[in-house]
C-alpha cells in the first residue's frame, strides 16, 4: 500500500510564500512522475507543476516564474516553493504521483493526495 500526504498549506499575505510538501509512505519503489493541480472556488481543477524524473520540470503559465516544484527521492517527498503569491492563487492544492513499487514495477499506480488549503489574502 502507498500513501500521499501533503502538508504546507495556509494562511499568506499577497507576496508572500508558502511551501507545499508530498509525501509518499508505504511500499515506495520509484516516483517517476508528481503532479501539482489546484482547484478554485468555482473553477475547475488546474494543473499548475509536473516534475519527471526527478528533475524535468513544466509549470502552467499562470504560474511560471513564481513556483518551482522538486523532488528528494531519499525521502520519497515532493515540494512546490510557490513565491509571491497573489489572490488567484487561492485553492485547494493537490498532489498526484506515479508510483511503483518492487512489485508493480517497471508499472506504476495513479496517487492522490488529500488536498491542501492554500489561501493568499491580506
Known amino acids: 500500500q502507498v500513501q500521499l500526504a501533503e502538508s504546507g498549506g495556509g494562511l499568506v499575505q499577497p507576496g508572500g510564500s508558502l511551501r507545499l510538501s508530498c509525501t509518499a509512505s508505504?511500499?515506495?519503489?520509484?516516483?517517476?512522475?508528481m503532479r501539482w493541480y489546484r482547484r478554485a472556488p468555482g473553477k475547475q481543477r488546474e494543473l499548475v507543476a509536473v516534475i519527471t524524473d526527478g528533475s524535468k520540470t513544466n509549470y502552467a503559465d499562470s504560474v511560471k516564474g513564481r513556483f518551482a516544484d522538486s523532488t528528494d527521492n531519499a525521502k520519497n517527498t515532493g515540494y512546490l516553493q510557490m513565491n509571491n503569491l497573489n489572490p488567484e492563487d487561492t485553492a485547494v492544492y493537490y498532489c498526484?504521483?506515479?508510483?511503483?513499487?518492487?512489485?508493480?514495477?517497471?508499472?506504476?499506480?495513479?496517487?492522490w493526495g488529500q488536498g491542501t488549503q492554500v489561501t493568499v489574502s491580506s
Open positions: 508505504g511500499s515506495v519503489f520509484r516516483i517517476s512522475a
Open positions: 498526484n504521483a506515479d508510483i511503483s513499487t518492487r512489485r508493480s514495477w517497471p508499472g506504476h499506480d495513479d496517487y
